[in-house]
């Protein structure tokens, strides 16, 4: 049977300026995978304007594609027009939803959320306390469950989860653990394993490391460009 090849990357960090770049740098890809993920932090600033730069290049690439945002492409408040300009550019925008892609006899099923922060074992934040504190937490178990959920639907032969926050942290790498917290949270992965995903896509982590299993055995890649130093990483389920 033939198998899918997913390319993924993440922290792009596209600027109004990097339009002939980011054109160069996705060239080669209709020739190397059947479908294209982005794990968030797309833009710098959070700017449509800054997406509309990626969005001129992704309408370009004949095959399916999905994302989820990340933290940076929050950060203007303008959520709404980003989705709606990917969306447009043929990129199927994810939070707690999903997407199946036909390839050539078998399907890709995507579930995609940002995730959040909280940690990972021994040093999970905990929901204790503050009200402030309660609604941080709060978060994450809102991610999680809607990864969760987002998964229960998905049928596919191959059924990947699309993050940006870090699910693990054996892909967190050289990062201080000091920040470790606001990297990522084990709740993601308990939620994979619970679910019995193929693999999972993450960026966020740039001092990351490219590769980690979760407790289950489920493949984690970190593919924020940072640490591949690729335009983007090819991976074949």
Not at 13 to 22: D, F, I, S
Not at 33 to 61: F, H, K, N, Q, Y
Not at 162 to 186: C, K, M, N, Q, W
Request: glycine fraction near 10%; charged fraction near 20%.
């Amino acid at each position: 049977m033939r198998r899918v090849r997913i390319a993924a990357v993440a922290d792009l960090h596209v600027t109004e300026g990097t339009a002939p770049a980011v054109g160069e740098m996705f060239k080669p890809l209709a020739g190397e995978a059947d479908a294209l993920l982005l794990g968030g932090d797309l833009s710098t600033m959070g700017r449509a304007t800054e997406i509309a730069v990626l969005c001129e290049v992704l309408a370009r690439l004949e095959l399916p594609k999905a994302a989820v945002l990340g933290n940076h492409d929050h950060e203007s408040n303008q959520g709404p027009e980003i989705v709606r300009l990917l969306e447009d550019a043929g990129v199927r925008v994810l939070d707690g939803t999903v997407a199946v892609f036909p390839l050539d006899g078998r399907t890709l099923g995507v579930a995609g959320v940002k995730g959040f922060c909280g940690g990972f074992p021994p040093h999970i934040v905990r929901g204790f306390g503050e009200r402030a504190l309660k609604e941080f937490v709060g978060q994450t178990v809102h991610e999680a469950e809607k990864l969760r959920g987002a998964l229960a639907r998905l049928t596919a032969d191959v059924r990947v989860a699309l993050l940006h926050y870090a699910p693990v942290r054996d892909t967190l790498g050289a990062e201080p653990p000091e920040i470790h917290p606001f990297l990522g949270s084990s709740l993601l992965a308990e939620v994979v394993d619970a679910m019995r995903v193929d693999a999972v896509f993450h960026g966020h982590a740039h001092l990351g490391s490219p590769f980690a299993r979760t407790a289950g055995g489920i493949p984690v890649y970190n593919v924020s460009m940072p640490v591949t130093r690729r335009p983007y990483v090819v991976v074949t389920l």
